[in-house]
């Protein structure tokens, strides 16, 4: 799978943190750009 120009933008902006048992994401973005991301195939993916 290969990541749209928003969806790159919304990885370089994520950090990921793990407490041993959950895993957390988190990501900044604005609102413009979580629109363009928020039906794709990698955010399904990631969200799910």
Do not use: Y
């Not at 990501?27 to 794709?40: P, R, V």
């Amino acid at each position: 799978m290969s990541a749209s120009a928003p969806e790159k933008v919304a990885l370089d902006n994520t950090t990921v943190d793990s407490d041993g048992s959950n895993v957390n994401f988190h990501f900044k973005s604005t609102d413009a750009q979580f629109q363009s991301i928020m039906h794709s195939e990698l955010f399904a993916a990631v969200a799910h």
